[in-house]
């Protein structure tokens, strides 16, 4: 998207190629806080929860003297998995705002798929000429030119109204599944809450509201 506020016919509505890259900047920070959150409980998941939960059974296995040893191991390696990663009873309320977060992320990648789409179809029919020549060239080109600054701000508007919806639904689920972090049983979700807010911003943001 980036080569449609450099082409010939965006660089002639300067308003246009503003409100532009008014609501790139503003789809480039909600996909950074996305892709923070789901690179950060990814690595929870693979590191804090299935490795050290392995582990530990592999030690456990090493040490057991027999069957029933190595199945009491098993079923708590099992447990600790399902516990650590939200999916067990107690946790069934911060799960739902899991559950919440993804939802607004795939919203946010549907979008965000469309506006690209469009964005795209209207550099093309920007860049797209008349197939002859005339003495109503002139005018053609200049009505085409208005009528495509139109529908570009009637795009640019409703993408920075989406936005600030999706912006506003994702950092309320945010706020309140990292608030219910240090309410959780499991003394390993610290590392996750340690990952998701080591600058302690949705801290303090929270406590100021």
């Known amino acids: 998207p980036n080569c449609i506020v450099s082409s010939p016919f965006y660089k002639e509505g300067t308003s246009i190629r503003a409100q532009f890259v008014s609501v790139l900047r503003k789809c480039q920070v909600l996909f950074n806080e996305m892709n923070h959150f789901v690179t950060n409980f990814q690595y929870y998941i693979m590191f804090e929860v299935l490795e050290v939960s392995w582990a530990r059974f592999s030690e456990e296995m090493d040490a057991a003297k ?44 549907s979008h965000a798929d469309r506006w690209f789409e469009r964005i795209y179809e209207l550099q093309l029919r920007g860049k797209s000429k008349p197939k002859t020549k005339s003495k109503e060239t002139g005018s053609w080109l200049e009505g085409g030119r208005k009528a495509m600054i139109q529908l570009a701000g009637e795009l640019f508007r409703k993408m920075g109204e989406d936005l600030d919806s999706i912006a506003k639904d994702y950092t309320a689920s945010l706020d309140s599944f990292i608030s219910q972090l240090p309410l959780q049983q499991h003394v390993d979700l610290k590392f996750l809450l340690f990952r998701l807010d080591f600058t302690e911003y949705y801290s303090r943001v929270s406590s100021n509201k």
């Open 66 to 109: 027999d069957l029933d040893d190595l199945l009491m191991g098993h079923d708590k390696y099992l447990t600790s998995i399902v516990e650590k990663s939200l999916l067990g009873e107690r946790s069934l309320g911060i799960l739902r705002n899991l559950f919440a977060l993804f939802d607004i992320i795939l919203q946010f990648r």
